[in-house]
T-cell receptor
Framework: KAGVTQTPRYLIKTRGQQVTLSCSPI?????VSWYQQTPGQGLQFLFE???????NKGNFPGRFSGRQFSNSRSEMNVSTLELGDSALYLC?????????????????FGPGTRLTVL | AQKVTQAQTEISVVEKEDVTLDCVYE???????LFWYKQPPSGELVFLIR??????QNEISGRYSWNFQKSTSSFNFTITASQVVDSAVYFC?????????????FGSGTRLQVQP
């Protein structure tokens, strides 16, 4: 079974530009979550999508947005990039569901996209 | 609000030593999940274990063992007979249970260096 894939793996942008990152979850997984990892703030939750709907959102400005497609693939977009957006962006895939199904909750992470903003 | 504290920033041991990574958490939820993840230099977070808040049984998997104590809000991780391949950053994390909300709250991580 293929794991979580993220593209691109590395990205260099300049301040003010926008960027789109892509995540393909494990086949059959319907939930995709995004995390930002920086040396200063550590690992922080950005948002989660399930069945094309944003189900949960972390404490990030509106410049950070995402979406999920009918095949569960997800994209996140960062507009008007700032130097502080330089980070490793990790995508996590899980089965999804709620109630009892939510207990099947381990998340499997992709290799990440390393974004550098100059 | 949830919070996870990993007070040990970095630990260095010699191969074959046992090492324990500490994790203390805070949550107002009565049901929750605790996790441990390993992040090798490649960057990918590798899932190690998930523990339900209502299951305080300790768990052993090969050289790995976990000690969950609800009374002290701790979920410690022990590696027995450490190996160089265990060198990585280890993260403890916490999430809600039964709500379908999967946001993980991570600790700051503990960097483990196992010297040959």
């Amino acid at each position: 079974k293929a794991g979580v894939t993220q593209t691109p793996r590395y990205l260099i942008k300049t301040r003010g530009q926008q960027v789109t990152l892509s995540c393909s979850p494990i086949s059959g997984h319907r939930s995709v979550s995004w995390y930002q990892q920086t040396p200063g703030q550590g690992l922080q939750f950005l948002f989660e999508y399930f069945s094309e709907t944003q189900r949960n959102k972390g404490n990030f400005p509106g410049r950070f947005s995402g979406r999920q497609f009918s095949n569960s693939r997800s994209e996140m977009n960062v507009s008007t990039l700032e130097l502080g957006d330089s980070a490793l962006y990790l995508c996590a895939s899980s089965l999804g569901g709620s109630g009892a199904l939510a207990s099947a909750g381990e998340q499997f992470f992709g290799p990440g996209t390393r974004l550098t903003v100059l | 609000a949830q919070k996870v504290t990993q007070a040990q920033t970095e630990i260095s041991v010699v191969e074959k030593e046992d090492v324990t990574l500490d994790c203390v958490y805070e949550t107002r939820d009565t049901t929750y999940y605790l996790f441990w993840y390993k992040q090798p230099p490649s960057g990918e977070l590798v899932f190690l274990i998930r523990r339900n808040s209502f299951d305080e049984q300790n768990e052993i998997s090969g050289r790995y063992s976990w000690n969950f104590q609800k009374s002290t809000s701790s979920f410690n991780f022990t590696i027995t007979a450490s190996q160089v391949v265990d060198s990585a950053v280890y993260f403890c994390a916490l999430s809600e249970a039964y709500t379908g909300r999967r946001a993980l709250t991570f600790g700051s991580g503990t960097r483990l260096q196992v010297q040959p």
